[in-house]
């Protein structure tokens, strides 16, 4: 049952979205993305909002409504994903939980109404208009274009992987009970209404999902309809619901997140090895064995005391560090996000133009989807690895297992995904930054002793799509 109370979120003005127009097919409405940069597809996903007022007034802090009252804008929200779609889809071979959910709120609990194995499309009607139930499908972006074209821009914006999932609900029904979650969530309504209830968090900034009882959270502090073309931002943490309102028609949304275990607190479990390891190779203290027995006994505090004077250490020894080491982060990310989109380009990701040769000048192609680590030597089984410098990159990436899982022929022996890219030795280290922060150089002004490392770099890049002769 409803509870009173609630204010609306805060809204951007309800106006038209004069953003750039970008070409689309030609059964597809214009696109009111701005698809010039990543900068310019945030700017349009949040419009009116200013990048500035949002980062510092909503980002992690409160929910943010913008209705808009422009039927161009509803109309190309109602293109990324719509009920129609699943028919034609299913005819791929959907897998229940695989690849959708079907669920019910009951009682204040999720109620999960899968069958098994394949999804038959007349069924899962039947289950959607008989038994009520949503359907949640997982990460269309594989399968929807402009889907894809826009969560690849916003990783891009935000260095950080982003996935969806398209919850279509029939009216007179709730799919989730109030819950909050480990993500940051922007809700784009694409079609019917959505009737929306926030409560204040329990957990601010989550790190996990988890089911609140309604009778736990008290009033809401929010409460309004989503329309096809509004967008609902909220952090993670923020308690919420969502019902489809009784003598209307179903509703659908697709709900697009971002920075799941991307926190400062995971980016230090992250680097503190790698700062760990480097510094015990200088420091002795950090070499010498810990007490006899200490890891059977149930008091440690002196050992505590101990472990603080070695962090305040690492701390002054961070002060001094010019090169961090992140690379499972860095990793992650570059391994599991979704390639670039080049539309229906003929061979995309065939090395293109001009062989670089040493008189030539280069430039980076695709620098937001490419990373460089410094690692231990992988094709080195040798007791004492070195270190190389390793160019990780998603061009390569297969968009149709983006936010899926391990799964067949992207993974090794042990289950992990492999990663797409090349390995230098450690004295190329300086020649790669050069490439990457410059946005052309010369071959012959890289930072390498000989003219045949130059060019064996560049061509590596090259034949790997990574940089162009311009």
Avoid at 163 to 191: A, M, R
Avoid at 412 to 422: D, W
Avoid at 433 to 441: D, G, L, M, V, Y
């Amino acid at each position: 049952m409803s509870k009173k109370g609630g204010k609306q979120a805060e809204t951007g003005r309800k106006v038209h979205v004069p953003c750039k127009r970008a070409k689309v097919e030609a059964s597809c409405p214009p696109s009111p993305m701005n698809y010039d940069s990543p900068d310019s597809v945030f700017e349009s996903l949040i419009f009116p909002i200013e990048q500035e007022t949002f980062f510092k007034e909503y980002w992690e802090q409160k929910p943010l409504l913008i209705q808009r009252d422009d039927p161009s804008v509803a109309a190309y929200y109602q293109s990324l994903f719509q009920l129609m779609d699943l028919k034609e889809l299913s005819s791929q071979g959907f897998y229940y939980g695989r690849d959708l959910n079907i669920c019910r709120c009951v009682n204040g609990k999720k109620k999960v109404l899968n069958k098994d194995g394949k999804v038959n499309y007349m069924q899962l009607k039947r289950d959607f208009d008989q038994k009520k139930a949503t359907i949640q499908f997982h990460q269309p972006q594989r399968f929807k274009d402009e889907l894809w074209r826009i969560q690849e821009k916003l990783e891009c914006y935000f260095g950080s992987l982003v996935g969806s999932n398209v919850y279509i609900t029939p009216p007179g029904s709730q799919g989730l009970p109030p819950h909050y979650d480990d993500v940051e969530v922007f809700i784009l309504q694409l079609e019917g209404e959505k009737h929306w209830r926030l409560y204040k968090p329990t957990v601010h900034l989550a790190r996990e999902y988890n089911v609140e009882s309604e009778d736990q959270i008290g009033n809401p502090t929010h409460e309004f309809i989503l329309k096809p073309g509004d967008l609902l931002y909220f952090p993670r943490g923020t308690i919420h619901q969502a019902d489809t309102p009784l003598g209307g028609s179903y509703s659908t949304h697709v709900t697009i997140s971002t920075y799941q275990n991307n926190s400062w607190g995971d980016f230090l479990l992250d680097a503190i090895p790698g700062l760990v390891f480097d510094t015990a190779k200088e420091d002795v203290a950090l070499r010498t064995s810990i007490p006899r027995q200490l890891l059977m006994q149930v008091d440690i505090a002196d050992s505590t005391r101990r472990l603080s004077s070695f962090l305040r250490s690492l701390a002054d020894q961070l002060e001094n560090t010019k090169e961090l080491r992140s690379s499972d982060m860095k990793k992650d990310f570059i391994m599991n996000r979704l390639p670039p989109f080049l539309g229906n380009s003929p061979d995309p990701l065939a090395p293109g133009g001009k062989l670089p040769k040493l008189d030539s000048k280069i430039r980076l192609r695709f620098k937001d989807h490419a990373i460089i680590t410094v690692e231990p030597d992988q094709e080195n089984s040798d007791e004492r690895r070195k270190e190389m410098a390793y160019v990780y990159h998603s061009l390569k990436n297969r968009r149709e297992r983006h936010m899926m899982g391990n799964e067949d022929d992207d993974t090794n022996e042990e289950g992990i995904s492999e990663a797409h890219g090349l390995r230098f030795p450690l004295s190329h280290m300086d020649a790669l930054k050069q490439i990457w922060r410059s946005a052309t150089i010369a071959v012959k002004e890289l930072s390498l002793k000989s003219d045949a490392e130059k060019q064996n770099l560049v061509l590596s890049l090259w034949t790997e799509c990574l940089i162009e002769v311009i």
